[in-house]
């Protein structure tokens, strides 16, 4: 039986289909600027951007969500976290100034699909078994994505931001960002889990948290 009602179902089809339509608008405002660029090498590029593979884990994740009314609960309180700090980094630390259709994607990726997964989880998602000890299963993500980055920034040449970018800031630069990073991820994870306890208070388990749930769920 599914875990979410039709109505959560279908919001989170909307975000899906609204994070997919901000992924091919990207690549094709890409393509636009650069016509001689094939498809691949315009994926290959943007698949160095945080942004862009968290948005697609949106997609991926929402689809599944709307499709089958379930998924666990720590992976939604962990896509929730991860879009809240690509607005936070970008909007702190990463904003520029854009026109016309570069605009509109940049903002639905970096705020317009960050606030909807956020309203999603605070309206529907199931809370009650989430553990604090799931703030630190939510740094892999970030911390594959940044042996990633940096791996292939040492391949290619090209490193996506600029605090994780060896040649422009040194590595012991990179080395402090790094750990400032994952203490971002990890304080905000305990607060998603702090919101989400007192969430469960009124929206309880259907499936009934009591007992230990184990990790990650």
Known sequence: MPEYSFQARLIAGVISFA??????THVNV??????????????WR???????????????LFAKIALTGRLGQAWIAGITLWTAIVAIVYHVLLARDL??????????????????????????????????????????????????ALLRGEIDGR??????????????????????LALLFWVSGLGVIWIGRRLSRA??????????DPLPR
């Open 19 to 24: 994070a997919l339509c901000a992924l091919i």
């Open 30 to 43: 890409g393509l636009t600027r650069h016509p001689e660029r094939p498809l691949w090498i315009e994926l």
């Open 46 to 60: 943007i698949g160095r951007y945080f942004t862009i593979l968290t948005t697609l884990l949106v997609a991926i």
């Open 99 to 148: 026109s016309g259709l570069r605009w509109y994607v940049d903002q639905a990726m970096h705020s317009a699909i960050p606030l909807a997964v956020a309203a999603w989880w605070l309206g529907f998602a199931q809370t009650a078994r989430l553990r604090y000890a799931h703030a630190a299963w939510w740094l892999a993500w970030p911390g594959v994505y940044m042996a990633y």
């Open 159 to 180: 490193h996506p931001y600029f605090f994780i970018d060896p040649p422009l800031i040194g590595w012991p630069k990179v080395l402090m960002w790094i750990p400032t």
């Open 203 to 212: 929206r309880p388990d259907p499936e009934d948290a009591g007992g230990g």
